[in-house]
């Protein structure tokens, strides 16, 4: 909490958000590879789960990528929201739905 707010926090943020990103990739990869019979793994049963788990890790990156501007109501204060402010949110939550939806395939 010591750095919220700093240009350190949102570089860290940035950071974690590329390494969560090659995280899911790698699973979804390594599960995807292995069931074709190039992989490290050897039960179809498990690659299985790793591409599934793989594939939900990057769903859950995207759902919270795109509800990073819902931070915007919160600083909306008394007077409300302004046009451009509202476009925003309206954008960023149809953004996360479009993703949220992706774990109902």
Do not use: H, Y
């Not at 240009?7 to 990739?25: S, T």
């Amino acid at each position: 909490m010591r750095f919220k707010g700093t240009p350190l926090a949102a570089q860290l943020r940035r950071i974690n958000v590329v390494f969560q990103w090659v995280a899911g990739l790698a699973l979804a990869g390594t599960g995807a590879a292995s069931l074709a019979g190039l992989g490290p793994l050897a039960g179809s049963w498990f690659a299985g789960k790793i591409l599934l788990f793989g594939l939900v890790f990057l769903v859950v990156v995207g759902i919270d990528t795109r509800f990073q501007p819902f931070t915007m109501l919160l600083r909306a204060g008394p007077k409300g929201l302004d046009e451009a402010t509202e476009a925003a949110i309206t954008r960023a939550t149809n953004q996360t739905l479009a993703w949220a939806l992706l774990l109902t395939c």
